[in-house]
Protein backbone atom coordinates (compact mmCIF):
# COMPACT_ATOMS: atom_id res chain seq x y z
CA UNK A 1 0.00 0.00 0.00
CA UNK A 2 1.18 3.36 -0.50
CA UNK A 3 1.95 5.21 2.49
CA UNK A 4 1.15 8.59 1.03
CA UNK A 5 -2.05 8.61 -1.02
CA UNK A 6 -3.52 5.06 0.43
CA UNK A 7 -3.96 3.42 -2.93
CA UNK A 8 -4.13 -0.19 -2.30
CA UNK A 9 -1.20 -1.91 -4.03
CA UNK A 10 0.34 0.61 -6.83
CA UNK A 11 1.45 -1.80 -9.23
CA UNK A 12 5.07 -0.19 -8.57
CA UNK A 13 6.04 1.97 -5.71
CA UNK A 14 7.17 4.91 -8.92
CA UNK A 15 4.35 4.56 -9.89
CA UNK A 16 2.24 6.58 -7.58
CA UNK A 17 2.37 9.87 -8.22
CA UNK A 18 2.08 11.06 -4.74
CA UNK A 19 5.06 9.09 -3.46
CA UNK A 20 7.32 11.24 -2.42
CA UNK A 21 9.11 12.04 0.69
CA UNK A 22 7.97 14.82 2.29
CA UNK A 23 7.71 15.50 5.74
CA UNK A 24 3.76 14.42 5.75
CA UNK A 25 4.40 11.01 5.01
CA UNK A 26 6.89 10.37 7.51
CA UNK A 27 7.70 10.64 10.73
CA UNK A 28 9.16 14.04 13.02
CA UNK A 29 10.78 14.33 16.15
CA UNK A 30 11.21 18.33 16.87
CA UNK A 31 13.18 19.03 19.56
CA UNK A 32 12.19 16.56 21.85
CA UNK A 33 13.15 17.12 25.54
CA UNK A 34 12.43 13.77 28.49
CA UNK A 35 13.53 14.72 31.72
CA UNK A 36 13.43 12.18 34.45
CA UNK A 37 13.66 13.87 37.78
CA UNK A 38 17.03 15.65 37.27
CA UNK A 39 18.29 13.03 34.71
CA UNK A 40 17.98 14.98 31.29
CA UNK A 41 17.37 12.01 29.01
CA UNK A 42 16.92 13.74 25.79
CA UNK A 43 17.70 17.26 25.14
CA UNK A 44 16.09 18.81 22.20
CA UNK A 45 16.54 15.79 20.35
CA UNK A 46 15.07 16.07 16.13
CA UNK A 47 14.77 13.40 13.75
CA UNK A 48 13.29 12.86 10.61
CA UNK A 49 12.26 9.07 9.30
CA UNK A 50 10.79 8.99 5.54
CA UNK A 51 8.82 6.42 4.20
CA UNK A 52 10.84 3.61 1.89
CA UNK A 53 13.86 4.36 4.18
CA UNK A 54 15.70 2.60 7.16
CA UNK A 55 16.58 5.44 9.85
CA UNK A 56 18.94 3.84 12.07
CA UNK A 57 19.48 5.44 16.30
CA UNK A 58 22.69 4.34 17.40
CA UNK A 59 24.49 5.67 20.54
CA UNK A 60 26.28 4.13 23.61
CA UNK A 61 24.38 2.60 26.26
CA UNK A 62 21.76 4.98 28.51
CA UNK A 63 22.29 7.07 25.11
CA UNK A 64 18.46 7.64 25.52
CA UNK A 65 17.81 5.48 22.40
CA UNK A 66 14.77 3.71 23.94
CA UNK A 67 13.31 6.92 25.66
CA UNK A 68 13.38 8.26 21.96
CA UNK A 69 11.22 4.87 20.93
CA UNK A 70 9.13 5.60 24.34
CA UNK A 71 8.17 9.08 23.21
CA UNK A 72 8.02 7.68 19.46
CA UNK A 73 5.54 4.83 20.50
CA UNK A 74 3.81 7.10 22.78
CA UNK A 75 4.91 5.57 26.45
CA UNK A 76 6.73 8.57 27.77
CA UNK A 77 4.89 12.36 27.26
CA UNK A 78 8.00 14.12 26.33
CA UNK A 79 8.79 17.40 28.29
CA UNK A 80 8.73 19.69 25.57
CA UNK A 81 8.94 18.99 21.74
CA UNK A 82 6.33 18.12 19.47
CA UNK A 83 5.90 14.71 17.28
CA UNK A 84 4.36 15.09 13.79
CA UNK A 85 3.47 11.72 12.30
CA UNK A 86 2.06 12.02 8.75
CA UNK A 87 1.72 15.60 8.62
CA UNK A 88 -0.42 15.76 11.97
CA UNK A 89 0.74 16.61 15.19
CA UNK A 90 0.11 14.07 17.67
CA UNK A 91 1.52 15.36 21.21
CA UNK A 92 -0.21 13.48 23.87
CA UNK A 93 -1.61 10.49 22.25
CA UNK A 94 -1.40 7.30 23.54
CA UNK A 95 -0.04 3.88 22.08
CA UNK A 96 -3.39 2.37 20.76
CA UNK A 97 -4.13 5.88 19.29
CA UNK A 98 -0.73 5.39 17.17
CA UNK A 99 -0.66 2.53 16.71
CA UNK A 100 -4.13 2.64 15.02
CA UNK A 101 -2.78 5.74 12.91
CA UNK A 102 0.02 3.38 11.60
CA UNK A 103 2.81 2.69 14.06
CA UNK A 104 4.19 0.06 14.94
CA UNK A 105 6.62 -1.02 17.34
CA UNK A 106 8.41 -4.10 18.54
CA UNK A 107 10.07 -4.25 22.03
CA UNK A 108 13.66 -5.59 23.68
CA UNK A 109 12.10 -7.69 25.92
CA UNK A 110 9.42 -8.98 22.69
CA UNK A 111 6.89 -9.03 25.30
CA UNK A 112 4.86 -12.04 23.59
CA UNK A 113 1.86 -13.56 25.49
CA UNK A 114 3.72 -16.66 27.69
CA UNK A 115 0.25 -18.24 28.20
CA UNK A 116 -1.15 -17.58 24.80
CA UNK A 117 -0.56 -19.86 21.50
CA UNK A 118 1.42 -17.55 18.81
CA UNK A 119 -1.38 -18.03 16.65
CA UNK A 120 -3.59 -15.65 19.20
CA UNK A 121 -0.49 -13.63 19.55
CA UNK A 122 -0.41 -12.37 16.32
CA UNK A 123 -3.93 -11.77 16.11
CA UNK A 124 -3.94 -9.27 19.23
CA UNK A 125 -1.83 -7.23 16.81
CA UNK A 126 -4.53 -7.32 13.88
CA UNK A 127 -7.00 -5.38 16.32
CA UNK A 128 -6.42 -2.22 14.77
CA UNK A 129 -7.41 -3.79 11.35
CA UNK A 130 -11.07 -4.71 13.20
CA UNK A 131 -14.44 -2.83 12.39
CA UNK A 132 -16.61 -4.25 15.05
CA UNK A 133 -16.98 -1.70 18.09
CA UNK A 134 -17.39 -3.24 21.26
CA UNK A 135 -21.08 -3.35 21.45
CA UNK A 136 -22.13 -4.79 18.43
CA UNK A 137 -19.61 -8.02 18.78
CA UNK A 138 -21.23 -8.42 22.43
CA UNK A 139 -24.92 -7.97 20.72
CA UNK A 140 -24.47 -9.87 17.53
CA UNK A 141 -22.51 -12.86 17.51
CA UNK A 142 -22.57 -13.34 13.94
CA UNK A 143 -20.23 -10.36 12.95
CA UNK A 144 -17.37 -11.04 15.71
CA UNK A 145 -17.49 -14.72 15.06
CA UNK A 146 -16.64 -14.26 11.21
CA UNK A 147 -14.42 -10.98 11.90
CA UNK A 148 -12.57 -13.87 14.88
CA UNK A 149 -12.05 -15.81 11.29
CA UNK A 150 -10.43 -12.90 9.25
CA UNK A 151 -8.10 -11.86 11.69
CA UNK A 152 -7.11 -15.41 11.81
CA UNK A 153 -6.44 -15.35 8.60
CA UNK A 154 -4.76 -12.40 8.91
CA UNK A 155 -2.53 -13.36 11.61
CA UNK A 156 -1.74 -16.83 9.61
CA UNK A 157 -0.85 -14.78 6.64
CA UNK A 158 1.77 -12.85 8.69
CA UNK A 159 3.39 -16.00 10.73
CA UNK A 160 3.12 -17.15 6.80
CA UNK A 161 5.66 -14.53 6.11
CA UNK A 162 8.05 -15.01 8.54
CA UNK A 163 8.22 -18.31 7.85
CA UNK A 164 6.94 -19.30 11.67
CA UNK A 165 3.44 -20.41 10.27
CA UNK A 166 4.39 -24.24 11.30
CA UNK A 167 4.49 -22.74 15.06
CA UNK A 168 1.41 -21.16 14.90
CA UNK A 169 -0.41 -23.28 18.07
CA UNK A 170 3.51 -23.32 20.25
CA UNK A 171 3.14 -21.29 23.28
CA UNK A 172 6.05 -18.90 22.85
CA UNK A 173 8.22 -19.85 26.32
CA UNK A 174 8.43 -23.36 24.20
CA UNK A 175 10.17 -21.88 21.55
CA UNK A 176 13.42 -20.99 20.34
CA UNK A 177 14.57 -17.23 21.04
CA UNK A 178 14.62 -16.78 16.93
CA UNK A 179 11.66 -17.98 16.23
CA UNK A 180 9.77 -16.17 19.07
CA UNK A 181 11.34 -12.62 17.45
CA UNK A 182 9.88 -13.52 14.40
CA UNK A 183 6.68 -13.85 16.06
CA UNK A 184 6.96 -10.58 17.90
CA UNK A 185 7.64 -8.94 14.55
CA UNK A 186 5.28 -10.94 12.58
CA UNK A 187 2.66 -9.52 15.43
CA UNK A 188 3.99 -5.71 14.79
CA UNK A 189 3.57 -5.92 10.92
CA UNK A 190 0.30 -7.86 10.98
CA UNK A 191 -1.26 -4.40 11.26
CA UNK A 192 -0.22 -3.18 8.19
CA UNK A 193 1.70 -0.32 9.33
CA UNK A 194 2.86 2.40 7.92
CA UNK A 195 6.07 2.52 10.06
CA UNK A 196 7.88 0.16 11.97
CA UNK A 197 9.88 1.01 14.80
CA UNK A 198 12.48 -1.68 15.92
CA UNK A 199 13.87 -1.94 19.17
CA UNK A 200 17.16 -4.01 18.87
CA UNK A 201 16.02 -6.74 17.11
CA UNK A 202 19.20 -8.39 16.20
CA UNK A 203 20.32 -8.54 20.00
CA UNK A 204 20.32 -12.86 20.81
CA UNK A 205 20.80 -13.85 17.59
CA UNK A 206 23.54 -15.95 15.67
CA UNK A 207 25.35 -14.77 12.95
CA UNK A 208 23.33 -16.53 10.30
CA UNK A 209 19.96 -15.17 11.38
CA UNK A 210 21.21 -11.78 11.65
CA UNK A 211 21.55 -11.68 8.01
CA UNK A 212 18.56 -13.19 7.38
CA UNK A 213 17.23 -10.41 9.61
CA UNK A 214 18.75 -7.56 7.34
CA UNK A 215 17.12 -9.09 4.43
CA UNK A 216 13.97 -9.19 5.71
CA UNK A 217 14.54 -5.26 7.16
CA UNK A 218 15.79 -4.48 3.70
CA UNK A 219 12.94 -6.16 1.81
CA UNK A 220 10.18 -4.63 4.42
CA UNK A 221 11.84 -1.12 3.99
CA UNK A 222 10.27 -0.56 -0.13
CA UNK A 223 6.72 -0.78 1.91
CA UNK A 224 7.25 0.92 4.72
CA UNK A 225 9.14 3.09 7.00
CA UNK A 226 11.58 1.99 9.21
CA UNK A 227 12.99 3.19 12.88
CA UNK A 228 15.77 1.14 14.02
CA UNK A 229 17.49 0.96 17.47
CA UNK A 230 20.50 -1.66 17.55
CA UNK A 231 24.34 -2.17 18.58
CA UNK A 232 25.39 -4.31 15.98
CA UNK A 233 27.26 -2.32 13.71
CA UNK A 234 27.73 -4.21 10.62
CA UNK A 235 23.28 -4.64 10.32
CA UNK A 236 23.09 -0.90 10.91
CA UNK A 237 26.00 0.03 8.70
CA UNK A 238 24.33 -2.09 5.83
CA UNK A 239 20.89 -1.42 6.02
CA UNK A 240 19.99 2.03 6.75
CA UNK A 241 19.84 4.43 4.71
CA UNK A 242 20.37 7.36 7.58
CA UNK A 243 22.06 7.46 10.84
CA UNK A 244 21.51 9.11 13.80
CA UNK A 245 23.77 9.29 16.93
CA UNK A 246 23.13 9.81 19.95
CA UNK A 247 25.38 10.41 23.12
CA UNK A 248 24.13 11.57 27.03
CA UNK A 249 20.23 12.56 25.90
CA UNK A 250 21.64 14.66 22.38
CA UNK A 251 22.05 14.38 18.57
CA UNK A 252 25.98 14.57 18.02
CA UNK A 253 25.88 13.31 14.64
CA UNK A 254 23.68 12.70 11.70
CA UNK A 255 24.16 11.30 7.89
CA UNK A 256 24.27 7.79 5.34
CA UNK A 257 26.28 5.19 7.23
CA UNK A 258 29.66 6.43 5.30
CA UNK A 259 29.21 9.82 7.19
CA UNK A 260 28.56 8.67 10.65
CA UNK A 261 31.65 6.09 10.04
CA UNK A 262 33.92 8.97 9.45
CA UNK A 263 32.99 11.22 11.98
CA UNK A 264 34.91 11.93 15.01
CA UNK A 265 32.34 12.80 17.46
CA UNK A 266 30.75 9.21 17.13
CA UNK A 267 34.53 7.62 17.75
CA UNK A 268 34.82 9.81 20.59
CA UNK A 269 31.04 8.95 21.96
CA UNK A 270 31.63 5.08 21.83
CA UNK A 271 35.60 4.61 22.48
CA UNK A 272 36.04 7.36 25.38
CA UNK A 273 38.25 10.94 24.33
CA UNK A 274 41.12 10.60 22.30
CA UNK A 275 44.23 9.81 23.94
CA UNK A 276 46.50 12.88 23.97
CA UNK A 277 49.67 12.16 22.76
CA UNK B 1 -27.82 -41.05 54.28
CA UNK B 2 -30.47 -38.99 52.61
CA UNK B 3 -28.98 -36.15 54.98
CA UNK B 4 -25.76 -36.30 53.16
CA UNK B 5 -27.20 -36.04 49.42
CA UNK B 6 -29.50 -33.15 50.39
CA UNK B 7 -26.62 -31.48 51.84
CA UNK B 8 -24.65 -31.77 48.52
CA UNK B 9 -27.42 -30.99 46.38
CA UNK B 10 -28.09 -28.04 48.40
CA UNK B 11 -24.01 -26.87 48.51
CA UNK B 12 -23.89 -27.82 44.86
CA UNK B 13 -26.64 -24.80 44.17
CA UNK B 14 -25.32 -22.11 47.00
CA UNK B 15 -22.38 -23.27 45.24
CA UNK B 16 -23.27 -21.80 42.34
CA UNK B 17 -24.34 -18.75 43.83
CA UNK B 18 -20.59 -18.43 45.35
CA UNK B 19 -19.11 -19.18 41.71
CA UNK B 20 -20.99 -16.27 40.07
CA UNK B 21 -19.91 -13.43 42.72
CA UNK B 22 -16.10 -15.58 42.44
CA UNK B 23 -16.59 -14.77 38.84
CA UNK B 24 -17.10 -11.17 39.57
CA UNK B 25 -14.57 -10.61 41.65
CA UNK B 26 -12.03 -12.54 39.40
CA UNK B 27 -12.55 -11.30 36.29
CA UNK B 28 -11.76 -7.66 37.63
CA UNK B 29 -8.75 -8.41 39.97
CA UNK B 30 -6.85 -10.30 36.97
CA UNK B 31 -7.30 -7.43 34.78
CA UNK B 32 -6.85 -4.68 37.53
CA UNK B 33 -5.46 -6.16 40.75
CA UNK B 34 -8.29 -4.49 42.74
CA UNK B 35 -10.63 -6.63 44.79
CA UNK B 36 -14.44 -4.94 44.10
CA UNK B 37 -15.78 -5.17 47.68
CA UNK B 38 -18.52 -3.12 45.97
CA UNK B 39 -19.76 -5.80 44.05
CA UNK B 40 -22.18 -7.00 47.00
CA UNK B 41 -23.80 -3.84 46.72
CA UNK B 42 -24.26 -3.81 43.13
CA UNK B 43 -25.61 -7.20 43.46
CA UNK B 44 -28.33 -5.74 45.80
CA UNK B 45 -28.79 -2.38 44.14
CA UNK B 46 -29.52 -4.21 40.56
CA UNK B 47 -32.01 -6.98 42.30
CA UNK B 48 -33.81 -3.48 43.88
CA UNK B 49 -33.93 -2.78 40.30
CA UNK B 50 -35.67 -6.00 40.01
CA UNK B 51 -37.97 -6.21 42.58
CA UNK B 52 -39.75 -2.82 42.02
CA UNK B 53 -40.08 -3.69 38.81
CA UNK B 54 -42.08 -6.90 39.60
CA UNK B 55 -43.95 -4.62 41.83
CA UNK B 56 -44.75 -2.67 39.10
CA UNK B 57 -46.38 -6.09 37.03
CA UNK B 58 -43.23 -6.45 34.83
CA UNK B 59 -43.00 -9.66 33.90
CA UNK B 60 -40.42 -11.97 35.83
CA UNK B 61 -38.10 -12.44 33.19
CA UNK B 62 -38.09 -9.33 32.00
CA UNK B 63 -37.27 -7.81 35.43
CA UNK B 64 -34.84 -10.17 35.58
CA UNK B 65 -32.80 -9.06 32.29
CA UNK B 66 -33.31 -5.44 33.05
CA UNK B 67 -31.28 -6.11 36.56
CA UNK B 68 -29.04 -7.63 34.49
CA UNK B 69 -28.62 -4.96 32.09
CA UNK B 70 -28.55 -2.36 35.04
CA UNK B 71 -25.81 -4.58 36.60
CA UNK B 72 -23.70 -4.31 33.59
CA UNK B 73 -24.05 -0.57 33.10
CA UNK B 74 -23.58 0.03 36.89
CA UNK B 75 -19.97 -1.75 36.79
CA UNK B 76 -19.12 -0.51 33.53
CA UNK B 77 -19.95 3.29 35.05
CA UNK B 78 -18.17 2.64 38.03
CA UNK B 79 -15.06 1.75 36.06
CA UNK B 80 -15.16 4.58 34.14
CA UNK B 81 -16.10 7.30 36.51
CA UNK B 82 -14.95 6.10 39.58
CA UNK B 83 -12.30 4.00 39.56
CA UNK B 84 -10.63 5.26 36.26
CA UNK B 85 -9.17 8.36 38.37
CA UNK B 86 -7.40 5.84 40.92
CA UNK B 87 -6.07 3.62 38.57
CA UNK B 88 -2.84 4.66 38.22
CA UNK B 89 -2.32 5.01 42.10
CA UNK B 90 -1.86 2.35 44.29
CA UNK B 91 -3.82 -0.83 44.60
CA UNK B 92 -5.05 0.43 48.15
CA UNK B 93 -6.76 3.03 46.92
CA UNK B 94 -8.75 1.52 44.52
CA UNK B 95 -9.99 -0.94 47.35
CA UNK B 96 -10.54 1.90 49.83
CA UNK B 97 -12.72 3.44 46.94
CA UNK B 98 -14.41 0.35 46.40
CA UNK B 99 -15.66 -0.27 49.79
CA UNK B 100 -16.48 3.27 49.90
CA UNK B 101 -18.89 2.73 46.78
CA UNK B 102 -20.07 -0.49 48.96
CA UNK B 103 -21.13 1.58 51.58
CA UNK B 104 -22.62 4.74 49.62
CA UNK B 105 -24.61 2.01 47.31
CA UNK B 106 -25.79 0.02 50.04
CA UNK B 107 -27.21 3.49 51.88
CA UNK B 108 -28.60 4.06 49.16
CA UNK B 109 -30.69 1.56 48.78
CA UNK B 110 -31.31 2.08 52.06
CA UNK B 111 -32.58 5.53 51.57
CA UNK B 112 -34.52 4.41 48.14
CA UNK B 113 -35.86 1.07 49.14
CA UNK B 114 -36.05 0.99 53.09
CA UNK B 115 -34.21 -1.09 55.33
CA UNK B 116 -36.79 -3.53 56.20
CA UNK B 117 -36.28 -7.56 55.16
CA UNK B 118 -38.81 -8.11 52.28
CA UNK B 119 -39.89 -10.83 49.94
CA UNK B 120 -38.00 -11.67 46.50
CA UNK B 121 -40.20 -13.73 44.43
CA UNK B 122 -38.01 -16.68 42.60
CA UNK B 123 -40.79 -17.51 40.09
CA UNK B 124 -40.13 -21.40 40.27
CA UNK B 125 -41.16 -23.40 43.23
CA UNK B 126 -39.05 -23.14 46.24
CA UNK B 127 -40.38 -26.32 47.72
CA UNK B 128 -38.48 -29.83 47.54
CA UNK B 129 -38.65 -32.07 44.44
CA UNK B 130 -40.30 -35.12 45.30
CA UNK B 131 -38.50 -38.36 43.81
CA UNK B 132 -40.44 -41.47 44.54
CA UNK B 133 -42.20 -40.85 48.14
CA UNK B 134 -38.96 -39.08 49.58
CA UNK B 135 -38.72 -35.26 49.10
CA UNK B 136 -35.44 -33.99 47.94
CA UNK B 137 -33.76 -30.80 49.90
CA UNK B 138 -33.50 -29.22 46.00
CA UNK B 139 -36.43 -27.25 44.33
CA UNK B 140 -37.22 -26.24 40.89
CA UNK B 141 -35.85 -23.33 41.59
CA UNK B 142 -32.60 -24.82 42.53
CA UNK B 143 -32.91 -25.98 38.91
CA UNK B 144 -33.07 -22.81 37.49
CA UNK B 145 -29.87 -21.23 39.47
CA UNK B 146 -27.84 -24.35 37.54
CA UNK B 147 -29.36 -23.73 34.19
CA UNK B 148 -28.58 -19.81 34.51
CA UNK B 149 -25.24 -20.37 35.66
CA UNK B 150 -24.39 -23.47 33.21
CA UNK B 151 -25.72 -21.02 30.64
CA UNK B 152 -23.72 -18.09 31.71
CA UNK B 153 -20.32 -19.76 31.93
CA UNK B 154 -20.62 -21.20 28.68
CA UNK B 155 -21.17 -17.77 26.97
CA UNK B 156 -18.33 -16.43 28.71
CA UNK B 157 -16.39 -19.37 28.04
CA UNK B 158 -16.91 -18.44 24.34
CA UNK B 159 -16.70 -15.17 24.47
CA UNK B 160 -13.02 -14.99 25.87
CA UNK B 161 -12.05 -18.08 24.13
CA UNK B 162 -13.60 -17.91 20.78
CA UNK B 163 -14.27 -13.95 19.89
CA UNK B 164 -11.64 -11.26 19.00
CA UNK B 165 -13.36 -9.47 21.91
CA UNK B 166 -12.46 -12.07 24.60
CA UNK B 167 -8.73 -12.19 22.91
CA UNK B 168 -8.21 -8.26 23.79
CA UNK B 169 -9.69 -8.80 27.10
CA UNK B 170 -6.97 -11.14 27.89
CA UNK B 171 -4.51 -9.33 26.66
CA UNK B 172 -5.24 -6.32 28.35
CA UNK B 173 -5.65 -8.29 31.28
CA UNK B 174 -1.99 -10.07 31.32
CA UNK B 175 0.10 -7.06 29.68
CA UNK B 176 -1.73 -3.95 29.40
CA UNK B 177 1.23 -2.09 28.06
CA UNK B 178 1.91 -4.74 25.22
CA UNK B 179 -1.69 -4.67 24.42
CA UNK B 180 -2.26 -0.58 24.29
CA UNK B 181 0.84 -0.92 22.03
CA UNK B 182 -0.95 -3.43 19.76
CA UNK B 183 -3.70 -0.84 19.29
CA UNK B 184 -6.20 -3.00 21.95
CA UNK B 185 -7.95 -0.10 23.32
CA UNK B 186 -6.99 -0.83 27.08
CA UNK B 187 -9.31 1.32 28.37
CA UNK B 188 -12.54 -0.31 26.91
CA UNK B 189 -11.67 -3.20 27.79
CA UNK B 190 -11.07 -2.49 31.59
CA UNK B 191 -14.95 -0.75 31.18
CA UNK B 192 -16.37 -3.79 29.49
CA UNK B 193 -14.58 -5.90 32.18
CA UNK B 194 -15.97 -4.40 35.40
CA UNK B 195 -19.75 -4.32 33.30
CA UNK B 196 -19.32 -7.90 32.78
CA UNK B 197 -18.02 -8.86 36.22
CA UNK B 198 -21.05 -7.11 37.92
CA UNK B 199 -23.61 -8.19 35.47
CA UNK B 200 -22.52 -11.56 37.03
CA UNK B 201 -22.48 -10.20 40.40
CA UNK B 202 -26.18 -9.17 39.57
CA UNK B 203 -27.43 -12.37 38.50
CA UNK B 204 -26.04 -13.63 41.81
CA UNK B 205 -27.94 -11.57 43.66
CA UNK B 206 -31.09 -12.50 42.05
CA UNK B 207 -30.31 -16.15 42.91
CA UNK B 208 -29.51 -15.30 45.93
CA UNK B 209 -32.36 -13.34 47.02
CA UNK B 210 -34.97 -15.38 47.31
CA UNK B 211 -33.26 -17.59 50.12
CA UNK B 212 -31.58 -14.56 51.72
CA UNK B 213 -34.24 -12.25 51.79
CA UNK B 214 -34.07 -8.96 50.28
CA UNK B 215 -32.29 -5.98 52.17
CA UNK B 216 -29.44 -2.80 51.51
CA UNK B 217 -27.05 -5.85 52.58
CA UNK B 218 -28.32 -9.15 52.01
CA UNK B 219 -25.48 -9.85 49.64
CA UNK B 220 -22.43 -9.01 52.23
CA UNK B 221 -22.59 -12.71 53.94
CA UNK B 222 -22.78 -13.75 50.35
CA UNK B 223 -19.80 -11.95 48.97
CA UNK B 224 -17.16 -13.43 51.67
CA UNK B 225 -18.49 -16.87 50.56
CA UNK B 226 -17.77 -15.90 47.12
CA UNK B 227 -14.50 -14.09 48.22
CA UNK B 228 -13.33 -17.84 49.36
CA UNK B 229 -13.99 -19.21 46.27
CA UNK B 230 -12.02 -16.58 44.62
CA UNK B 231 -9.32 -17.26 46.93
CA UNK B 232 -9.39 -21.27 46.98
CA UNK B 233 -9.42 -20.77 42.57
CA UNK B 234 -6.45 -18.76 42.77
CA UNK B 235 -8.25 -15.47 42.07
CA UNK B 236 -7.19 -14.80 38.05
CA UNK B 237 -9.01 -18.21 37.00
CA UNK B 238 -12.87 -18.36 35.37
CA UNK B 239 -12.59 -22.20 36.21
CA UNK B 240 -10.95 -21.64 39.57
CA UNK B 241 -13.85 -19.30 40.23
CA UNK B 242 -16.62 -22.47 39.59
CA UNK B 243 -14.89 -25.06 41.05
CA UNK B 244 -14.17 -22.70 44.35
CA UNK B 245 -17.95 -22.03 45.14
CA UNK B 246 -18.51 -25.49 44.15
CA UNK B 247 -16.09 -26.58 47.06
CA UNK B 248 -17.26 -23.41 49.43
CA UNK B 249 -20.72 -24.37 49.14
CA UNK B 250 -20.65 -28.14 49.22
CA UNK B 251 -18.36 -27.42 52.71
CA UNK B 252 -20.01 -24.80 53.93
CA UNK B 253 -23.86 -26.67 53.35
CA UNK B 254 -22.08 -29.93 55.24
CA UNK B 255 -20.99 -27.30 58.13
CA UNK B 256 -23.54 -26.29 58.14
CA UNK B 257 -26.27 -29.25 57.82
CA UNK B 258 -24.12 -31.27 60.42
CA UNK B 259 -22.18 -28.74 62.90
CA UNK B 260 -25.35 -25.94 63.01
CA UNK B 261 -26.10 -23.61 60.43
CA UNK B 262 -24.65 -20.90 63.00
CA UNK B 263 -20.88 -22.07 61.44
CA UNK B 264 -21.13 -21.30 58.13
CA UNK B 265 -19.62 -18.20 58.72
CA UNK B 266 -17.21 -19.31 60.77
CA UNK B 267 -16.46 -22.28 58.55
CA UNK B 268 -15.99 -20.02 55.43
CA UNK B 269 -13.26 -17.80 57.55
CA UNK B 270 -11.87 -21.16 58.67
CA UNK B 271 -11.05 -22.12 55.10
CA UNK B 272 -10.11 -19.12 53.48
CA UNK B 273 -7.53 -18.87 56.40
CA UNK B 274 -6.50 -22.56 55.91
CA UNK B 275 -6.43 -21.75 51.97
CA UNK B 276 -4.30 -18.52 52.46
CA UNK B 277 -1.99 -20.34 54.75
CA UNK B 278 -1.98 -23.75 53.10
CA UNK B 279 -1.79 -22.78 49.28
CA UNK B 280 -1.79 -18.89 49.54
CA UNK B 281 -1.53 -19.00 45.46
CA UNK B 282 -5.06 -20.92 45.43
CA UNK B 283 -5.53 -24.28 43.31
CA UNK B 284 -5.91 -22.63 39.98
CA UNK B 285 -3.83 -20.24 39.80
CA UNK B 286 -1.39 -19.32 36.98
CA UNK B 287 0.70 -16.91 39.32
CA UNK B 288 3.45 -18.06 41.34
CA UNK B 289 3.07 -16.44 44.80
CA UNK B 290 4.44 -12.62 45.13
CA UNK B 291 7.61 -12.27 47.55
CA UNK B 292 6.21 -8.51 49.51
Known sequence: ?277 | MRNFWNFLLIGVSNGLVYSLVALGIVLIYRSTRVINFALAAMATFSTFIAASLIDRNVPYFVAFLAAIVFGFLLGAATERFVMRPVESKSPLNAVIVAIGMLIFLEAMAGVIWGAKLRNFPSHFSLIGLKIGGARLAISNFDLFIVTVVVVLLLALLVLFRYTKLGLMMRASAFAPEVARLLGVRVGRMLTLGWGLACAAGAVAGLLAAPKVFLFPNNMDGVLIFGFTAAIIGGLDSPVGALVGGLLTGVALSFIGGYLGSDLENVGAFVILVVVLMARPEGIFSSMSARRV
Not at chain 1, 74 to 87: A, I
Not at chain 1, 117 to 146: Q, W
Not at chain 1, 213 to 232: P, R, T
Open chain 1, 1 to 277: MCAKCHNEAPASPTLCQNRRMDSKAGLSVDEVSVRFGGLVALDRVSLEAAPGEVHGVIGPNGAGKTTLFNVMCGFVKPDSGTLTFFGQKVHGLRPEKLTRMGVARTLQGLGLFPRMPVLENVMIGADSLAKVGVLRALIGAGPTVSEERHLRAAAMAALDRMGVAGYASKLPPQLPYAIQKKVALARALVSNPRFLLLDEPASGLSEEDMGELGDLILELSSQLGIVLVEHHMDLVMRVCSNISVLDFGRVIAEGTPAEVKANPLVTEAYLGDEVQA
